[in-house]
């Protein structure tokens, strides 16, 4: 998408990732996730 105002052009493009960047992003969510079905035990549990 480009924008031209007054003498300035602003463009912006849409950021791919890379491989690695996806791969860590998915495994940063799996432990996420781990932390929160632990954490729904543990208050199951007190209540």
Do not use: A, G, P
């Amino acid at each position: 998408m480009t924008l031209n105002l007054i003498f300035i052009t602003v463009t912006i493009k849409k950021r791919t990732k890379t491989i690695e960047e996806c791969m860590n992003e998915e495994r940063i969510n799996k432990i996420i996730e781990q932390y929160k079905m632990k954490h729904t035990e543990i208050f199951t549990r007190v209540l």
